[in-house]
């Protein structure tokens, strides 16, 4: 499915708008270099592709059929896959479980089934492998390759989230439209993205699991925890929420309750928004794993300070108590003004020579585990001229495995620095609570992991 040889498109129009001639356009637009064979039987060529009247006339094997045509007609065209020998079916096509019609969906399960075929949806947008420059999507073209792979069980939220990390500059390794999974779903699709050495993190949309199946979900996604980092949304929390799910996605919304202690059994972290969903992605994406929990707030704003610390204490992050030795150090990095207690607060008139050396100590301290760095604009400081600076002293210790964390609180030009910040890969936020809380669930995986291999461990001996 993610690196085929050969993808049929079957329903590809000339018709810019209509889904099967989009899909087509991004699979050439956005580079794919494997072979694609449009199929209708009304059109000879398309962008100088042949067009084929039917899967069966394609003189090659074909790895994936991208089906694009009237729920009626998808059976026969499934059966006609099969006889062809394709591997995976990706069904665009809506009108199937998700509107009652569930003996058509059990019965493209079964011609799959037997032939060996797999299926994606239907009722999706289709799919995304940046690695082989794979966009089979109707969704926006020009997705940032990363390392992030992005799953999700809604289809219109996930097409508008595609343009949205284009717009933050998010880099996806992958984006997967599920539907209606009556085949693959997210725990088999994450169980792939845990072997796969382009995807470090595993950003989740889910709506619900398939009935019966959270035991399954619990125990298979703590093995791909052990791997990759999960970080899940689970919509329908409310009563009426759970309902618009079960007429959306014909997924059983279920007690957030449950799911919130299967995700912590499993030790996949929760987000209660698209917005923590992508900073906390940004996070694992770019940072090493904390090596303890200790943590300084370096800053030039004694109020962002503040904020940082309330919500350092609300969200389980340990404040470092510096040494007396420590203090000393940061002391000479600050007018007397200043304070060296954690925040270590450089003042409204630090340069960026200020926040150069108090950088430096903290990473070469090993009293410091995590840095929350926090930056308000002021006139004595050009923020990019500190983003360049922070990158430099970043690079300058990349051996050290620390994490940190950065926000830049002010106008047009901070926006720009930030985006300088995150494009070298540290992540950086208009808000002090933001990077905190990001950090706070990298410590969050950090102690899981701990207690779950060290578990492991001990069972072994
Ligand atoms: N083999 C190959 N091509 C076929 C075919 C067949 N058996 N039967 C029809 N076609 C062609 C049609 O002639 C048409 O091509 P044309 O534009 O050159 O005439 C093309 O395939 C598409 O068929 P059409 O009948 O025009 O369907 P459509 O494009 O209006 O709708 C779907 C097809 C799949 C888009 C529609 O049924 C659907 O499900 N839409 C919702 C999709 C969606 O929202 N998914 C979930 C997203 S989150």
Do not use: R
């Given at each position: 499915m993610f690196q085929p040889r050969s993808i049929a498109i079957?329903?590809?129009?000339?018709?810019?708008?209509k889904i099967g001639h989009d899909i087509l356009k991004n699979l050439i637009d956005y580079g794919y270099s494997g072979r694609i064979y449009p199929v209708n039987p009304?059109?000879?060529?398309?962008y100088g592709l042949k067009s084929y009247p039917?899967?069966?006339?394609?003189p090659d094997e074909v790895d994936v059929a991208i089906i694009a045509i009237p729920a009626e007609k998808v059976l026969s065209v499934a059966e006609e896959c099969g006889i062809k020998g394709v591997k995976i079916l990706v069904v665009i096509t809506s009108g199937f479980s998700e509107v009652g019609n569930v003996d058509a969906e059990a019965n493209l399960v079964k011609i799959a089934k037997k032939y060996g075929m797999r299926i994606l949806g239907p009722n999706i947008f289709g799919y995304v492998y940046t690695p082989s420059k794979l966009n089979a999507t109707f969704g926006p073209r020009e997705v940032l390759g990363g390392n992030i792979a992005f799953i999700t069980q809604s289809g219109a939220l996930g097409i508008a989230l595609m343009g949205w990390t284009i717009m933050e500059e998010i880099g996806l390794s992958s984006i997967v439209s599920l539907g209606n999974?009556?085949?693959?779903?997210m725990i088999e699709l994450s169980e792939y993205f845990a072997e796969d050495?382009?995807?470090?993190v595993i950003a989740m949309y889910l709506e619900g699991l398939k009935p019966g199946s959270g035991k399954d979900f619990v125990e298979r996604m703590r093995r791909v925890v052990l791997k990759k980092t999960v970080i899940v949304i689970k919509a329908g929390r409310s009563e009426r929420g759970a309902l618009a799910v079960a007429s959306h996605t014909g997924s059983l919304a279920g007690s957030d309750m449950l799911y919130d202690v299967a995700f912590k059994q499993a030790g996949v972290i929760r987000a209660y928004g698209i917005e923590e969903l992508f900073d906390y992605s940004r996070a694992f994406a770019t940072q090493p794993l904390p090596q303890g929990e200790e943590t300084i707030i370096i800053t030039n704003g004694g109020g962002a300070g503040v904020m940082a610390t309330d919500a350092a204490e609300e969200n389980g992050i340990k404040l470092l108590n510096p040494s007396d030795s420590l203090r000393e150090a940061f002391r000479?990095?600050?007018?007397?003004?200043?304070?060296?207690?954690?925040?270590?607060d450089l003042t409204g008139q630090a340069v960026v020579e200020n926040y150069v050396e108090a950088l430096e100590i903290a990473y070469e301290s090993?009293?410091?585990?995590n840095i929350i760095l926090l930056y308000c604009r002021t006139s004595v400081l050009d923020p990019l001229e500190l983003a360049k600076a922070i990158v430099d002293v970043k690079n300058r210790y990349r051996d050290v495995s620390k994490p940190i964390l950065v926000s830049m609180i002010g106008g047009i030009d901070v926006k720009e620095a930030s985006k300088y910040l995150n494009r070298n890969n540290i992540p950086t936020y208009p808000i002090p609570e933001r990077a905190v809380k990001s950090l706070a669930k990298l410590i969050e995986y950090y102690r899981f992991l701990k207690k779950h291999k060290l578990e492991s461990l001990t069972r072994v001996a």
């Open positions: 079957i329903g590809a129009s000339k018709k810019p708008g009304n059109i000879d060529e398309i039917s899967i069966l006339s394609i999974m009556s085949d693959i779903d050495p382009n995807t470090k000479k990095t600050m007018p007397w003004f200043g304070s060296s207690k954690n925040p270590i090993p009293e410091v585990k």
